[in-house]
């Protein structure tokens, strides 16, 4: 049994009396790559929310392997090990693709250990790797204002592979892509499966095909199910709730 | 690539050059002139650290600059020869003299309720340090309650508005110890030493101009530094950098101070240069004038906002003593401001860089794409 990643424990969160996420338990393994589904409104982004320290959950507590960062600064969530990927990209836009890059492998985080010239070789190794595997190496000098759809998505996710965090949070890394830029997205993901814990939030099912172990399905701010593709396929409340009768196709 | 970055550092070169230089043309009325363009240079400077680096729109800069100014010119008030002909052995401002109550003493300790609060103002270094300390402290405090609650945008643009015409009402008001309105008039000289600072000599010049290169040199290196890059970074996306673990209420705060510190550091160097500080500082106007001076130079080129700044002031006494636009002065530089906001966004630093650009396309295999390309060490001074 491989350890747990990041344990959930009964988190709620209330809006103003609508419980948005209700008593969620779910743990996720170490090296584990979950993909969270669900109806629209079913909870899912407001569960990375809650995780990465966006919004402050009621009860329950989070665990990071054997830390409690229930309800931390955003900031200490992210240092302690969580990286995230927003549904909107968003990357340091004045910035050349490099310059993002570099930025994200800074290892301290404070202002005055940054008072110094350089990133160091390290870290410039470590970002031509990660352009290589975002396929951006091209575009390197290039003013991230200037990416495309896609692009921008990539350099995101290359932003949280120099971060190098325990676990990634991607919320629907394929929103708006092409076909094609959603398989090369699967690729990247796929090649971080194993390094990282990594969880997903998707609607596109070909891409959750591509890239689905485990998945967690979210109805109405409460765990529906779980189990792999095919188990979630075959769950009759799971049909009834969100896939409606024709199954995943 | 390199050589963008060449050509940028020859142009800081050659500003410093040109204005080391520009005393051998320049009568000492003249010379006093352009030593106060320059001090708003630093101003120019500060503005564009704050605004064009940090993202923080400060509606407030003369808060900073006003305090600075205050903090020195206290202690030139009691260095000024009149301050010790007011009948004791100690100075005493003079205008406490005439507001006083009758029978009391004639000493800084007490001849009114706050007096005592200048007593340590008698050494003029203390003044110096104040003059940095108060505007960091200010800056500090501000910025770890604005940027903690994370009030961004506009909101804080309005928030540093408010302040800076609150302390200008309080300045005038507190009339027993600031003179109110009047401000303090009729200082002593800044003393180095023997060098006693003369604002029409040029050695007052050379102590501007050899602050404005070292304030050039180092906010220019400060934005090159990792901390600069990053706070780029929080400027174009405040949450992504949270989300990679940067403090963003942090950075934020360190460089807005940085800017106080400039902005205070320029205020002192103004009442060396014109011998008074005054709530006019602290106009609303006046803080919106510094704005318009880094939006025309390039608000994000640390030298395109203080060579703005300095350009406009010179432009603003050409036009003033022209006769036929004695009246219509402050209207030639509104239409200047549009204009430069309609057609060069980027400021004059930006029409620049896009000429360096297109030089630079024009050599065979060199930047194909030059307006879209750039490197990442110039990037951060565009």
């Known amino acids: 049994m491989a350890q747990a990643a990041l344990t959930i424990d009964g988190l709620s969160v209330d809006f103003e009396g609508f419980k948005a996420v209700n008593q969620v338990t779910m743990t996720v393994d170490e090296g584990e790559l979950r993909v969270l589904l669900g109806a629209n409104g079913a909870g899912k982004t407001t569960l990375m929310d809650l995780i990465s320290g966006k919004t402050k959950s009621v009860s329950g507590r989070v665990y990071l392997h054997d830390t409690d960062i229930t309800n931390w600064e955003e900031h200490k969530i992210a240092r302690a090990g969580i990286g995230r990927k927003f549904q909107i990209p968003s990357v340091f836009k004045d910035l050349t693709v490099r310059r993002n890059l570099e930025v994200a492998s800074c290892k301290k985080p404070g202002v005055f250990a940054n008072l110094r010239f350089g990133f160091g070789a390290e870290a410039r190794e470590n970002v031509d790797e990660v352009l290589e595997l975002i396929g951006l190496t091209e575009h390197a000098n290039q003013v991230a204002a200037y990416l495309s759809h896609g692009q921008t998505q990539w350099l995101e996710l290359g932003l949280l592979i120099t971060q190098n965090p325990k676990i990634i949070l991607l919320d629907e890394p394929t929103a708006g892509m092409t076909q094609a830029e959603t398989h090369k997205t699967s690729l990247i993901v796929n090649n971080l499966k194993g390094r990282h814990t990594i969880i997903v939030v998707e609607h596109d099912m070909a891409f959750v095909r591509e890239i689905a172990e485990r998945i967690t399905v979210l109805h109405l701010g409460q765990v529906l199910a779980e189990g792999n593709v095919e188990a979630i396929e075959n769950n009759p409340k799971v049909r009834e709730a969100y896939l409606g009768s024709k199954g995943i196709s | ?382």
């Open chain 2, 1 to 382: 690539m390199l050589t963008k970055r060449r050509i940028e550092w020859a142009m800081y070169a050659a500003f410093v050059v040109l204005i080391m230089f520009a005393p051998l043309f320049m009568d000492p009325f003249w010379l006093n002139r352009v030593a106060k363009y320059l001090v708003f240079g630093i101003l120019g400077v500060a503005v564009a650290l704050s605004w064009g680096y940090a993202g923080i729109l400060n509606l407030g800069q003369g808060l900073f600059f006003g305090a600075g100014a205050y903090m020195l010119a206290m202690s030139l008030k009691l260095a000024s020869p009149t301050s010790l002909q007011q009948g004791s052995d100690k100075p005493v401002p003079d205008f406490m003299l005439w507001n006083a109550e009758p029978g009391a003493p004639t000493e800084l300790c007490c001849i009114n309720k706050a007096s005592f609060l200048w007593l340590p103002f008698q050494s003029q270094w203390f003044g110096v340090a104040m003059g940095l300390i108060l505007p960091v402290v200010i800056a500090i405090v501000l910025g770890l309650v604005v940027f903690r609650k994370r009030i961004s945008g506009v909101f804080v643009s309005i928030i540093t508005l408010a302040l800076v015409l609150l302390v200008r009402l309080v300045v005038i008001d507190a009339q027993p110890i600031t003179n109110g309105f009047n401000g303090l008039t009729d200082l002593g000289w800044f003393k180095v030493g023997d060098l006693e600072f003369d604002p029409y000599i040029v050695p007052t010049y050379y102590l501007v101009a050899i602050s404005l290169s070292l304030v050039l040199l180092a906010a220019r290196l400060l934005v090159e530094t990792r901390a600069g890059v990053i706070l780029q970074a929080v400027r174009d996306d405040q949450n992504r950098a949270r989300y990679l673990g940067f403090d963003v209420t942090s950075y934020q705060t360190f460089f807005f101070s940085v800017s106080a510190a400039i902005a205070g550091f320029a205020g002192m160097l103004y009442v060396v240069v014109s011998e008074f500080a005054s709530p006019t500082f602290m106009d609303l106007t006046f803080s919106i004038t510094m704005v318009v001076w880094a939006a025309v130079g390039g608000r994000s080129s640390i030298l395109g906002a203080c060579i703005g700044a300095i350009l406009i002031n010179v432009i603003s006494a050409k036009v003033s003593e022209t006769e036929g636009f004695a009246e219509a002065w402050k209207a030639v530089i509104g239409l200047i401001f549009v204009l430069v906001v309609l057609y060069l966004p980027r400021g004059l630093a930006g029409l620049a860089h896009d000429f360096v650009d297109r030089l630079a396309a024009r050599k065979p295999g060199n930047g194909t794409q030059a307006l879209r390309v750039t490197d990442p060490s110039s990037q951060a001074a565009e």
